[in-house]
């Protein structure tokens, strides 16, 4: 498969265009205006998207409106501190997969990659091109470059390890990769990052699927309420995105905030968790 076509990668597309057309056109587009748009019957587009979200296009509408973030933190915000913590040597059940997690001391994250082996492909995901990154212990990065590009997307993560060495081999990292889009199996994580940092992201683990919560409850989480700033910083340099949920922060007034890869795909993983979580509630149901 072409860079092209990854990049282009169809489901992502589809639910982009929507999602641009709903911004444009208010929240009451039909189905027929919708499937129309994307070049398809209304009962293909309608068969589409259930099967990518478990919820019709019109309830997964009802998730990409702008008032969604203050919804969820109304309805669905978590109190960290009341979470499951996850410690760095424990494990913790994320988007049904099972992670396993690891992080470099302070001395190997200050080497900044040096006599590392970093290992990347590409591979298409429901968000788009994304970019794959790990060491023999796990993945340690993970990128989307439906937005930015994938040149971008790879300068980005590999100016944060300027010191280790890259090979592209996706061969390796391609069953974890399948794991993590399917969302079953195992995958390990190898964090790379300041202490500040892996505190941080350990919090961002503790968020469930579907739910959501503010920095300033991270800073807290973490014992520094004053820190706010720092938080932020730290969740944007989040190197797992998706996998560490960095797109499940939003400000006290619920506006969604800055995304590293891009809000559109921010505002897409939020719809797309809250909208599987509700499938799965009424197929339990």
């Known amino acids: 498969m072409t860079l092209q076509t990854r990049e282009e990668s169809y489901h992502y597309g589809v639910m982009r265009r929507a999602i641009a057309l709903i911004d444009d056109g208010g929240e009451d587009l039909t189905l027929a205006e919708l499937s129309a748009a994307m070049g398809m019957s209304p009962s293909h587009f309608q068969r589409l998207f259930s099967a990518w979200v478990g919820v019709s296009p019109k309830r997964y509408q009802q998730y990409l409106r702008l008032g969604h973030a203050k919804s969820l933190l109304e309805d669905r915000f978590t109190t960290l501190e009341a979470a499951h913590a996850v410690g760095l040597s424990g494990s ?38 994304a970019l794959v990154m790990g060491t023999q212990k796990g993945i340690c990065g993970l990128a989307f470059a439906a937005e930015t590009g994938p040149e971008a997307a790879m300068a980005d993560m590999r100016s944060r390890w300027p010191h280790a060495a890259f090979a592209e081999t996706p061969e390796l990292l391609r069953p974890q990769a399948e794991a993590i889009f399917a969302q079953r199996g195992e995958a390990a994580l190898h964090m790379i990052g300041a202490p500040l940092q892996i505190k941080v992201w350990e919090a961002l683990l503790r968020i469930p699927s579907g739910q959501v919560t503010t920095y300033s409850e991270i800073a807290q989480s973490i014992g520094a309420p004053r820190a706010v700033r720092a938080v932020g910083t730290a969740v944007g340099r989040n190197p797992v995105s998706w996998l560490i949920p960095c797109h499940r922060a939003l400000r ?34």
């Open 92 to 129: 913790g059940r994320l988007h049904d997969l099972f992670l396993r997690w690891e992080a470099m001391s302070p001395g190997e994250y200050a080497r900044k990659g040096a006599g590392l082996t970093i290992h990347w492909g590409w591979f298409d995901s429901p968000f788009g091109l």
């Open 252 to 285: 006290k007034s619920g506006a969604l905030g800055g995304y590293h890869w891009g809000l559109p795909v921010k505002r897409a993983m939020l719809a797309y968790e809250a909208a599987r979580e509700e499938g799965q509630q009424d197929g339990a149901a």
